[in-house]
């Protein structure tokens, strides 16, 4: 009997052991994955409150703060660039291409989660595909179509062009939200003699607000960050948007401003990170196509 | 059948004005409904591909779009061209490191997030951080973490004793190549491991519970159990990640513009330099095509494999 106990004893204790390594290693494991994924923010954070002679002195640890922090560099972004136009292109143009979006998704999403027509199925994998066709597989013929449109170097070029991946991505993403709201509401709507599109309007739509401010925040954030067709078809500083703006006019020559680019690249991220850590289960629902339930 | 029969007899009682009667036919009000996102696509997507497709055999440039019919004059140059071949074989590197090391680094993440832990929200959204701010911002702040004077990344590893004196990260032929691997693996893993969260999450327990009560080792259970399980998520994750990895030009144009010597280009930024620098439409758009029937073949492999039950 004592044996026995002891034995236990010794298992338990070998047991927590083995439960106390365990857990050690998974937080520092954790650990390294969280400094990985967040020291660059650290980083930008730093550059962006650090006085010029503390950020380029090399005998400084550059990790912490030497001097004290100051708004200096964020000053330079507001005063001496083309940072508050560029804030407003980014409003300007992602409206529009929020506007241009919706529009065209609501309808076509409604029929595709909502209707069985011949060639429904193809055309709804047809339009998901489309979000697949990169940027840079297109930026050239489309770089030609712009000029055709006589919307060179405009801003506007970009709000005709950024619907081409914002359209595939949020009528799939609205086709879930429509999927969703039973079918027997609408039959019986339709059964007191309300039309296909009095239903659309009068029943489904006021149920799905949520889902359409959803791709109304998709939209823009998928506009205000994109690169390659800003840079394509937008060169003048005052037409660019927030991010071409930030990466490209605060290098000038070889001289980078990196206290106020870094004060540039966190205020872009720091809305843009907000609303992607909320909807993230979302957005990824969109890019996966529904594979994930 | 009935169904249909219920809903033309449906429709017939519908009211409204001639518009509502009109689109009262479930196949016109569908077709109605559709085309502007169709029409859409077609003028903005299909329709410039047809031009890059006619680029890929004419003489066009910027400042001569009206072109001639060359033949296979800029697919003979493109093979030609050693800048050209270094780059596709670096968007092969690029490409399969990179998302080699996402699929490994993902399945250990995914397996972290998925234990229970106080402060495991907090966790997710600081893991999360790299794959919400924009790419552009992501690759300018490791550029400047990389910068030949001021990089602190050096100053850690001097400091930590590893090294004596840092590479010139992004100046140097290796060094650059990893660089830009690195930050695309910085950038996707979070996609990838919340992805592999979520399909895992979704794997009943029992059957896990089942398969361990067999005697199946770890590895066994995830290869044989698990992967099977999760295949169709994988997969179109998987597909996302490869077009988009390999198409990618943002990371390397923004943080090497294809330095050192032109080491480092990949196909997509070779492409922009000679298709919108240069202004060689026909030379570049017979770049960024060139790859296309690969990424073709491979999503349909793919897709195929996803079958009808993922996408209903």
Not at chain 1, 125 to 143: A, E, H, Q, R, W
Not at chain 1, 249 to 262: A, P, T
Not at chain 2, 41 to 70: D, E, R
Not at chain 2, 200 to 208: G, L
């Amino acid at each position: 009997m004592a044996v026995l106990t002891q034995a236990r004893v010794q298992h338990s204790t070998a047991f927590r052991l083995r439960k106390l390594r365990g857990q050690v290693l998974f937080w520092f494991v954790l650990s390294l994955f969280i400094i990985f994924a967040c020291f660059p923010v650290y980083w930008m954070f730093l550059t962006t409150f650090k006085q010029v002679n503390d950020l380029y002195n090399l005998q400084n640890n550059p990790l912490l703060f030497q001097l004290a922090p100051t708004l200096d560099q964020v000053q330079y972004l507001f005063e001496r660039t083309n940072f508050s136009t560029w804030v407003l292109n980014t409003g300007e143009v992602g409206l529009a291409v929020v506007v241009i979006t919706v529009v065209i998704c609501v309808p076509a999403a409604y029929v595709l989660a909502r209707s069985q027509f011949p060639g429904s199925g193809s055309l709804g994998m047809g339009i998901f595909l489309t979000y697949l066709v990169p940027p840079t597989l297109l930026f050239l013929p489309l770089s030609q179509l712009v000029v055709g449109f006589g919307l060179v170097n405009d801003k506007w070029s970009l709000a005709l062009v950024y619907p081409t991946f914002t359209i595939p991505f949020c009528t799939w993403l609205l086709m879930g939200f429509f999927k969703n709201v039973p079918r027997e509401i609408t039959e019986a709507a339709r059964v007191d003699g309300c039309s296909r599109l009095g239903a659309m309007f009068r029943i489904v739509l006021p149920l799905s607000v949520p889902g359409i401010l959803t791709i109304c925040i998709f939209a823009f954030t998928l506009a205000m960050q994109e690169y390659v067709y800003a840079l394509t078809f937008v060169s003048s500083s005052d037409q660019k948007m927030i991010t071409l703006g930030v990466v490209t006019d605060l290098i000038r020559g070889d001289v980078f401003f990196w206290g106020s680019l870094m004060a540039g690249a966190l205020i872009v991220s720091i809305p843009v990170a907000i609303v992607y850590n909320l909807f993230m289960d979302t957005f990824v629902r969109g890019i996966t196509g529904g594979a994930l339930k | 059948m009935a169904e249909v029969a219920r809903t033309r007899s449906v429709g017939f009682r519908a009211t409204g004005g001639w518009i509502g009667h009109f689109l009262d036919s479930e196949k016109v009000f569908g077709y109605v409904l559709v085309a502007p996102a169709v029409a859409y696509i077609v003028l903005l997507v299909g329709y410039p591909f047809a031009i890059a497709l006619w680029f890929t055999v004419s003489n066009a440039t910027v400042a001569h779009p009206i072109a001639n019919f060359t033949g296979l004059t800029n697919l003979v140059a493109v093979l030609d061209d050693g800048i050209f071949r270094r780059a596709l074989i670096n968007t092969f590197i690029f490409t399969l490191t990179s998302q080699a090391l996402q699929m490994v680094l993902g399945t250990i993440l995914a397996f972290l997030l998925l234990r229970k832990f106080r402060g495991r929200r907090i966790a997710r959204a600081l893991i999360m951080i790299p794959f919400t701010i924009p790419i552009a911002i992501g690759a300018m702040a490791w550029t400047w973490m990389l910068n030949p004077t001021y990089s602190v990344i050096n100053w850690v590893l001097v400091h930590a004793g590893l090294l004596t004196q840092g590479p010139n990260w992004l100046g140097e032929e290796y060094p650059a190549m990893f660089s830009i691997i690195l930050v695309n693996v910085w950038r996707n893993l979070p996609f990838t491991a919340i992805v592999l969260t979520a399909g895992i999450s979704a794997v009943p327990q029992e059957i896990i519970e089942a398969a361990s009560l067999d005697g199946a080792s770890w590895l066994v259970r995830w290869r044989k159990v698990m992967v099977p399980i999760i295949a169709p998520i994988l997969y179109i994750a998987l597909l996302f990640s490869l077009v988009f990895t390999f198409t990618d030009m943002t990371v390397v144009w923004l943080m090497t513009r294809g330095n050192p010597v032109d080491a480092t280009h990949v196909i997509a930024s070779y492409a922009f330099q000679t298709g919108v620098v240069a202004g060689s439409l026909g030379r570049g758009a017979t770049m960024s095509l060139f790859l296309f029937p690969v990424m073709l073949v491979g999503a349909i492999v793919i897709l195929r494999n996803l079958k009808a039950r993922t996408l209903d």
